[in-house]
């Protein structure tokens, strides 16, 4: 048996919906394709508004009894889950290369991570415990409060990341979770969803999944749903802002898309700034594929040609391929749509004046199937160049050179997006003067791409709203309830 058909063995089983403890198979289900081939890997729900109704109206009977437990209590059982999550590393880890095409140590790291997420909103559960207020010879308390059942939206390009990570908060904080599965890799969200019964019981951690609209869009108006999250496209975002807004008055925050700028001065270390560039987009996680990724590289023009040449070399050494082929380091787009999108941007790049330094086309190490594009290397271009305004979503890093460090920061700052941003200096004033002009939620500097996790994580501008990965994401999933006792 080769790796391939082994590891094809976690996907030759059913993917269903789970309502009550067990499967509930939906009216409709869809294929489900494999990104290496172009062709079908399996087959998933396909839920209609009524079945989101079903596993909703569910979540909710199960969420008062959560809620009745002390935020400590829920914290250990968010921290068992944590647990079964990383005793399942590899399965899950072989779901997401399979089904995403990400390669498969880069998938384990997100077991790791999702994990390890759990573990922090675990650790803040006392931050649920309100605060007294001395404004009178009465007493004045706060506590938080669960909405009851949350609505999580959640992307592709960080398949169990994100399914299994930001459940987290809402279950610390008292609420139940009905998670939307990514359309084109929903299976480890399912599979998630059957370990969470095994640590919270049947409905409290539940999933639903189907393709387009419907199932998003039932989520997003179901009367017992007041809070959403969603991660994904800003137009998909703006969409979920007007669809909630029909539906009554719900708490909607949104982390959507990055043109980030990677700023390298002068004064850098060059060597390690070229090697934050080429970690800072995401090649060989998500082919790319990321909101967070510096996917424009500004760099002085004074030391461009010597940081450029390091790039490229690295860039044009990582080899892509199949996501569990010994050696690979990158593996396909997710779909036909991001592949063509990825090469008519490369296209639109070249025709308004950039060179395509390394890549720009389907590498010579794979073959006709799938939707591999090779990691890529533009510039250096013009500000305004498509490529360097537009969010591609794939492997292309753009490049464009300034004279100084109010050019530099007003090139970055030109994006209608503000995700993350860094800057590479040696000057300490320089660093913290730049780090508060950049108008981006995140801010690296002398580093790229790595979150840490406690640290509030969430975009400004079209980038979005609210914060993640932190205290203050945990609170946003509660409500503040105000109480006088009257002691006179």
């Not at 803040?124 to 009465?138: R, V, W």
């Not at 580093?447 to 996790?453: D, F, K, L, M, N």
Request: glycine share 10%.
């Amino acid at each position: 048996m080769t790796l391939l058909e082994s590891a094809r063995a976690v996907i030759d089983r059913p993917f269903e919906i789970q309502l009550g403890g067990r499967p509930m198979p939906t009216s409709l289900r869809y294929h489900v394709e494999d990104p290496t081939t172009g062709h079908r890997l399996t087959d998933a729900p396909d839920c209609s508004a009524e079945e989101v109704d079903r596993v909703v109206r569910a979540a909710a009977a199960a969420q008062s009894g959560w809620a009745a437990q002390p935020a400590r209590a829920r914290a250990g059982k968010v921290r068992e889950f944590a647990a079964l999550l990383r005793a399942h590393t590899d399965e899950l880890a072989t779901i997401d290369a399979l089904d995403a095409g990400f390669p498969l140590a880069a998938m384990q790291a997100d077991v790791a991570a999702a994990a390890t997420l759990l573990e922090i909103m675990a650790d803040h559960a006392l931050a649920l415990g309100g605060a007294t207020y001395p404004l009178s010879e009465n007493l004045h308390y706060t506590v938080q409060e669960p909405y009851g059942v949350v609505g999580r939206i959640v992307p592709f390009n960080h398949p169990i990341f994100f399914a299994a990570g930001k459940v987290a908060a809402p279950l610390v904080a008292g609420n139940a979770v009905v998670l939307k599965a990514p359309d084109q890799t929903p299976l480890s969200s399912l599979r998630m969803s059957e370990l969470a019964a095994e640590v919270f019981g049947p409905d409290l951690c539940a999933v639903v999944a189907g393709r387009g609209e419907i199932s998003g869009r039932a989520l997003v108006a179901h009367p017992l749903i007041r809070r959403i999250g969603f991660i994904g496209a800003p137009g998909t975002g703006r969409l979920i802002q007007r669809q909630a807004a029909e539906h009554g008055v719900k708490h909607v925050t949104l982390e959507l898309g990055g043109k980030n700028a990677l700023i390298v001065m002068p004064d850098a270390d060059l060597a390690k700034a070229a090697d934050s560039a080429v970690f800072g987009m995401n090649y060989t996680v998500t082919a790319g594929q990321s909101c967070g990724s510096t996917s424009r590289l500004l760099l002085h023009e004074s030391i461009a040609d010597e940081v450029l040449a390091a790039v490229v070399e690295q860039v044009g050494a990582i080899r892509v391929g199949h996501p569990l082929a010994d050696g690979t380091a990158m593996g396909p787009v997710i779909d036909g749509r991001q592949y063509e999108k990825s090469l008519s941007a490369v296209a639109a790049a070249q025709a308004a004046g950039a060179e395509v330094l390394v890549g720009g086309g389907r590498p010579n190490t794979v073959g006709e199937e799938g939707w591999y594009v090779a990691p890529t290397v533009l510039g250096p271009m013009a500000p305004d160049n498509p490529a360097a305004v537009e969010e591609i979503f794939g492997p292309v890093l753009s490049v464009i050179t300034f004279r100084d460090e109010d050019e530099a920061v007003e090139i970055a700052n030109r994006s209608e997006y503000g995700l993350t941003a860094g800057v590479w200096t040696s000057d300490v004033t320089r660093a913290h003067r730049m780090a508060s002009r950049l108008q981006a939620g995140y801010v690296w500097v002398n580093g790229s791409s790595r979150h840490y996790w406690g640290l509030p994580f969430g975009g400004v501008k079209a980038s979005g709203v609210g914060r993640e990965e932190s205290v203050d994401e945990l609170l946003s999933y509660t409500e503040t309830k105000a109480v006088t006792v009257v002691l006179e």
